[in-house]
């Protein structure tokens, strides 16, 4: 059966909208008028562990009424030790609205290690199974193509997923695009003449433009992380700008040493808005862009310090790895991996942004951080936000290279998972002391979750074109 197959009257969120002719929401406003998240999907790693067994897919209960709330209540496992599954998304999303044959029921989870492409149904939201599997080998004979990042789909019922490198493991990657039958369709670009490297994606057609950012090739993140290599030139430190229609790189801006290492990117949920934001994770400073091609201004608006810690080679960045945006484009958070904090950012006005609130989530600096019992282990990472803006949901892992380098204790405790309440009236942050996770705890034992998603879509898988 092709996702295609899967008419509203079949998929298990086709109420997602009361409004709802495909799937998603009309449009931002909209998403945040939906009901509270029920499920959330996450993804779990055992790579990098000394548990001999395959990645999965766990669905987390996060509804306050269920006798089952903040317990993982199924886990979907891979058939293949080794995937390191990563980032990953919808095959339909709120692009696709106005589209009643597309349906939001498939997810498409990469190994970013493997660089296999598994297609998990969600039909039975708390159950997912297995689909179909997307051998790497496929994958690179026809595209030439390794380590799949972010998944998004398009308006036109194909998904497009950023990788970061060729066959052999080497920038400067490309873009991947799978058919409505989940099989490899060929590269989304029609050359990657200009693109040193590649890692996240967001594209808005409204104004033809599609911005990624930089990460590193696989052969340089995969082992750990060196800060040599930061000198060699070996990590980004541009923003990319392509023409969306013709699919080429139009404008690529250097951020500088204040750029180093731009990871994820976002645009204004609102779709006539050009303003979008990214964080550079190694400099922990957040860039703002507005404008359209041949008219667009690039500036830093949010400046990080590095922090001097007894033991370490070099002053302590605050690693800022993750940021999300509130559907109504009101507020910017951000997670400092290494420092251990999330901040809140009033983006009102995109130009200056301004601190709302914070709180500490474990991190190499400060006081340990304890949660019903839990010291949290390792800093905050992924972060998700509810529709509505009220609950911010965090987790640890990074990349278990990474993880095992700077936080080598979350191979044997696993990692966390936590809910933080977030004031969207006068700004403010808090962790839920009834909401824990522990992914130390699985039955094959200690995991480390990444990205999450919810069934009904979330604020960094819905594009409204």
């Not at 092709?2 to 406003?29: F, K, M, N, R």
């Not at 033809?208 to 090739?217: K, R």
């Not at 080598?408 to 969207?424: F, K, V």
Request: glycine share 8%; charged share 20%; aromatic share 10%.
């Amino acid at each position: 059966m092709t996702h295609a197959d899967a008419t509203p009257s079949d998929d298990a969120h086709a109420s997602e909208s009361p409004v709802c002719c495909g799937p998603g929401y009309a449009s931002p406003e909209a998403a945040m008028q939906a009901d509270r998240e029920k499920v959330l999907y996450t993804v779990a790693l055992y790579v990098g562990t000394e548990t001999d067994a395959p990645d999965y897919l766990a669905t987390v209960d996060v509804d306050p009424d269920s006798p089952t709330y903040a317990e993982v209540v199924h886990r979907t496992p891979m058939p293949t030790l080794g995937d390191e599954l990563h980032h990953f998304g919808w095959n339909a999303c709120s692009s696709c609205h106005d589209d009643e044959s597309q349906s939001r029921r498939f997810l498409i989870v990469p190994g970013f290690r493997s660089s296999r492409i598994h297609i998990i149904d969600t039909k039975d939201e708390r159950a997912p199974t297995l689909h179909k599997v997307i051998p790497p080998n496929e994958i690179k004979q026809k595209t030439n193509l390794s380590a799949p990042h972010t998944v998004h789909c398009l308006a036109d019922g194909t998904v497009m997923i950023s990788m970061l490198g060729d066959a052999e493991g080497n920038a400067p990657g490309g873009f991947l695009l799978l058919d409505e039958n989940f099989d490899v369709a060929g590269r989304w670009e029609t050359t990657s003449d200009g693109m040193p490297f590649n890692y996240d994606f967001w594209y808005q057609p409204r104004h033809n433009v599609m911005v990624s950012s930089e990460f590193a090739a696989p052969k340089t993140y995969l082992p750990g992380f060196d800060l040599d290599d930061v000198a060699d030139g070996l990590y980004g430190r541009r923003l990319n700008f392509w023409d969306w229609e013709d699919r080429r790189l139009v404008e690529s801006v250097d951020l500088g040493e204040d750029g180093l290492v731009p990871l994820e990117v976002r645009f204004h949920h609102d779709p006539d808005s050009t303003h979008g934001f990214v964080g550079a994770a190694l400099s922990s400073n957040i860039w703002h862009w507005e404008g359209a091609n041949g008219a667009r201004t690039v500036e830093k608006v949010i400046d990080q310090d590095p922090v001097e810690l007894e033991g370490w080679p070099f002053p302590v960045p605050p690693l800022t790895t993750d940021i999300v945006i509130s559907m109504d484009d009101r507020f910017l958070y951000l997670s400092n991996w290494l420092h251990g904090h999330i901040r809140q950012y009033d983006i009102s006005n995109p130009s200056a942004p301004i601190l709302a609130g914070e709180v500490s989530c474990g991190g190499v600096l400060g006081d340990p951080v304890t949660v019903q019992g839990h010291e949290l282990v390792g800093g905050p990472q992924m972060l998700q936000l509810s529709l509505d803006g009220e609950r911010l949901y965090v987790t640890s892992s990074l990349l278990s290279s990474w993880d095992n380098q700077f936080y080598p204790d979350m191979a044997e405790h696993g990692s966390y998972m936590l809910q933080i309440d977030c004031d969207t009236d006068r700004g403010g942050l808090s962790i839920n002391e009834d909401f824990y996770v522990d992914f130390g705890d699985e039955p094959a034992g200690p995991a480390r979750a990444h990205e999450m998603r919810y069934p009904g879509g979330d604020c960094t898988s819905d594009i409204w074109v």
